[in-house]
Nanobody
Framework: VQLQASGGGLVQSGGSLRLSCAAS????????IGWFRQAPGKEREGVSC????????TYADSVKGRFTISRDNAKNAVYLQMNMLKPEDTAAYYC?????????????????WGQGTLVTVSS
């Protein structure tokens, strides 16, 4: 199982970024994919996750209405569209995968992780 996150960068407050997670080495439809973030000195927190089988998703309260998770099963990819970014969204963002159909929001529930992509939001 391999996951590759990309799309991070520096953006001003109120701006947008789109993160991508490219997955390979497993049957995409049988997995749940999650996005997590970790700011310096803080614990890794769940941002959003999506069930590949039917596209069901969930979001952390802090990003509801601003972030949208989506998938392209043909490309084995998951995206995180982040709008109205705030300085407190600054963190390293990671995508993770776990086999099964439950929507999982905790880092310990995921077995496979990609490297992080850094998002910096300036005020």
């Amino acid at each position: 199982v391999q996951l590759q996150a990309s799309g991070g960068g520096l953006v001003q407050s109120g701006g947008s970024l789109r993160l991508s997670c490219a997955a390979s080495g497993f049957d995409f439809d049988d997995f749940t994919i999650g996005w997590f973030r970790q700011a310096p000195g803080k614990e890794r927190e769940g941002v959003s996750c999506i069930r590949e089988r039917d596209g069901s998703s969930t979001y952390a309260d802090s990003v509801k209405g601003r972030f949208t998770i989506s998938r392209d099963n043909a490309k084995n990819a998951v995206y995180l569209q982040m709008n109205m970014l705030k300085p407190e969204d600054t963190a390293a963002y990671y995508c993770a995968a776990d086999q099964g159909y439950r929507l999982k929001t905790r880092a310990y529930q995921y077995d496979y992780w990609g490297q992080g992509t850094l998002v910096t939001v300036s005020s």
